[in-house]
Structures are given as structure tokens and as C-alpha cells.
């Protein structure tokens, strides 16, 4: 399971569970997206919160795009 978790680009949590080992996640993801704001602060890993994903893409974009 370590490997598949440091090969993945991205790890994302939508369960805050008591099966997953976050802090463990946090050691060995590089970038987590936390639907549940569930990481604990002390970690290693990149995190997203949903929260911050809203910011983000409020300032990045500067017009919506057209289809």
C-alpha cells in the first residue's frame, strides 16, 4: 500500500475514516486533496482542502471559459 500511495500523483480523501492512518498518509502522499479537512496539520504532505480548491480557482481564473 506505501508504494501505491508515493507513486500516486495525488491522494484523495472523501471519508474521514478511523481505518485510514492519516498522519501515515501524510508521510508518504506528496499532494492530498481533503474533502474532509480530516489531515492533521503536522504533516509532510502537500494538502488541498476543498475550502482552498474554491480560493483557488476564484483568483486563477480571470474569465470563465467559453465551450
Same mark, same amino acid.
Given at each position: ?5 508515493e507513486a500516486a500523483d495525488v491522494v484523495v480523501l472523501l471519508v474521514d475514516h478511523d481505518a485510514f492512518d492519516?498522519?501515515? +498518509? &501524510? *508521510?508518504?502522499?506528496?499532494? #492530498?486533496?481533503? %474533502?474532509?479537512?480530516?489531515? /492533521? ?8 482542502? +476543498? &475550502? *482552498?480548491?474554491?480560493?483557488? #480557482?476564484?483568483? %486563477?481564473?480571470?474569465?470563465? /471559459?467559453?465551450?
Open positions: 500500500v506505501i508504494e501505491t500511495i492519516l498522519t501515515r +498518509l &501524510g *508521510e508518504y502522499a506528496s499532494i #492530498v486533496y481533503d %474533502a474532509k479537512n480530516a489531515m /492533521p496539520d503536522d504533516t509532510s504532505a502537500i494538502v488541498v482542502t +476543498l &475550502g *482552498e480548491t474554491v480560493a483557488c #480557482v476564484d483568483t %486563477a481564473v480571470e474569465e470563465p /471559459p467559453t465551450r
